[in-house]
């Protein structure tokens, strides 16, 4: 069946340091969105990346798709204690279907 | 304000009992979906409904109910069926590719 898998599940980061989270799936996708959850909250949309290799940055975030459009990335440029939560990937497939990958906790160390 | 309500946001039951959490969305979204999440894990697809008087099950129905009678409703009923009822439950809407969650009901069944 489809899988999406995140790498790492935990991350450790000294405040402004980078921090990069990998989204891998079995499967095409037909797009691929990000989604953040603070702490104690939901998540949050951030962004969507629909085309093969394409790139988009919010401020100090940079979003990846990959060429097979089967995978994709999140960097963080110089870490703020703001950027802390679990960042998740989700895979939308031709059919629609939205699969959240396991999503990868951030902390970061003042 | 337009957004997706869950109430309550915390919930105690004991063993054995029927519980109804509740979805509202004034968004006019046509797709509506619930999520369980447990403690460092991701999001996994219960249910969800593209149409009114319509649902679909998701990755892990079992021991799940749900109705939707009206756009802007879509309840979830964790039966006594369910093993494991304690986890925090997501609710969201859409109306194209991203989804909107709701603050989440956390329940906790002793």
């Known amino acids: 069946g489809q899988q999406v898998m995140q790498i790492p599940q935990y991350q450790h980061v000294q405040e402004g340091e980078d921090f990069t989270t990998y989204c891998n799936s079995s499967t095409t996708l037909s797009n691929i969105q990000w989604y953040k959850q603070r702490p104690g909250g939901h998540p949050v949309f951030l962004i969507q990346l629909v085309k093969s290799g394409e790139v988009k940055k919010q401020k100090r975030l940079t979003f990846q798709f990959g060429e097979a459009k089967k995978n994709s990335s999140l960097h963080i440029t110089a870490t703020q204690t703001t950027d802390v939560g679990t960042y998740f990937c989700?895979?939308?497939?031709?059919?629609?279907?939205?699969?959240f990958g396991t999503g990868t906790r951030l902390t970061v160390i003042p | 304000d337009g957004g997706i309500t869950q109430s309550p946001k915390y919930l105690f039951r004991k063993e054995g009992q029927n519980v109804t959490l509740s979805c509202e969305q004034n968004?006019?979204?046509?797709?509506m979906y619930w999520y369980r999440q447990d403690p460092g894990q991701g999001l996994r697809l219960i249910y969800y409904?593209?149409?009114?008087?319509?649902?679909q099950k998701g990755d892990i129905a079992e021991g799940y109910s749900v109705s939707r009678e009206k756009k802007e409703s879509f309840p979830l009923t964790v039966t006594s069926a369910q093993k494991n009822p304690t986890a925090f439950y997501l609710c969201a809407s859409s109306m194209y590719d991203e989804q909107y969650f709701g603050p989440g009901t956390r329940l906790t069944v002793t």
């Open positions: 968004l006019n979204h046509d797709a």
């Open positions: 409904s593209q149409i009114v008087n319509d649902f």
């Open positions: 989700a895979g939308v497939t031709g059919a629609n279907n939205l699969f």
